[in-house]
């Protein structure tokens, strides 16, 4: 081949790195594995192995229906019967848990990887969606017990389950938006991690997970506008439990705020990440 062959050749110029979502997107066969990694190994080795994401919902619904329906008497509709509060208590509890469960540990993810952090090839925006999928994953495995209760009490299923992977979408944009912002900022603010319990508990009590939405005062009502938790909540009761349509105008404010939190939290965490290694 001579040489005026091989400069008139065309030449292909590298085409840029996929950056951010497209990146994560493209990478979604590294995050599968990963996440049944995470799932499989967090139990790996313990006694009851994967029936922990059974007995611990479990464990927490017998303890707060206990304290909660039969001690402090609180009600959900017009039925005071205990299995009617422990249905609506596991509809809340399983969001929340999900959520509370990937925000505790996106606080820690990045520290915990500082061998991933210093690849420059890795895409680190995948860790805390990790987190948000594994606990989805544990979530899914105790909503069996709550199909098969409300089976057992509505003596069916409705077809208003079918709108569940909507509040489901917005579950998981709101949990990763706030999962990136906590994962990149306990990076900088080591005590992030410790205040999470704290703050996580406050959030609870400010969701009607084990009271009813009615019971807070009319003054205060604004408060399950502005927590996009308590929207989720709500809708997961009324699919699940009460055979209705998502509330769709408390849908689409609580879903707008999830985008937003979503869009935030990556586009911080893109713009802090490239600093994680000297920090680390």
């Keep these: 081949m001579t040489s005026s062959t091989v400069n008139s050749a065309p030449t292909q110029s590298a085409s840029p790195p996929p950056t951010g979502l497209v990146e994560l997107w493209q990478q979604r066969h590294l995050l599968g594995l990963m996440v049944k990694r995470d799932c499989l190994g967090r139990y790996k080795g313990s006694l009851l192995g994967l029936l922990w994401p059974l007995i ?7 303890l707060y ?13 017009t039925s005071g019967s205990t299995s009617n509060f422990a249905l609506y208590l596991m509809a809340g509890l399983l969001p929340w848990g999900a959520f ?15 061998n991933l952090v210093k ?3 890795f895409p680190l925006q995948i860790l805390p969606v990790v987190t948000v999928l594994s606990a989805l994953v544990t979530e899914a495995i105790a909503f069996i017990i709550l199909l098969a209760g409300v089976l057992l009490y509505n003596h069916g299923l409705s077809a208003s389950l079918l709108y569940l992977p909507l509040i489901i979408i917005s579950q998981i944009l709101l949990t990763a938006g706030i999962s990136w912002f906590v994962a990149s900022l306990s990076v900088y603010i080591r005590d992030i991690r410790h205040l999470m319990a704290l703050g996580l508990s406050a959030w609870m009590y400010g969701t009607p997970i084990v009271y ?9 009502q604004f408060i399950l506008w502005l927590n996009p938790m308590a929207g989720i909540v709500m809708d997961y009761r009324r699919v699940v439990l009460e ?4 509330d769709w105008q408390h849908y689409g404010v609580y879903t707008a705020m999830a985008v937003i939190v979503c869009i935030i939290g990556f586009n911080f965490f893109e713009a802090t990440k490239k600093s994680f290694a000297d920090v680390m």
Excluded: D, Q, Y
């Excluded at 229906?65 to 509709?77: I, M, N, P, Q």
């Excluded at 509370?100 to 500082?114: F, G, K, N, Q, W």
């Design 56 to 62: 611990n919902p479990v464990g927490h619904l017998l």
């Design 65 to 77: 229906t206990f304290l909660f329906s039969v001690v402090l008497k609180v009600k959900f509709g």
């Design 100 to 114: 509370a469960e990937a925000l505790a540990r996106s606080s820690t993810v990045i520290l915990e990887h500082p």
């Design 119 to 121: 690849r420059v090839v």
């Design 212 to 220: 009813p939405a009615t019971a807070l005062p009319e003054k205060i």
């Design 243 to 246: 055979g209705l349509a998502p």
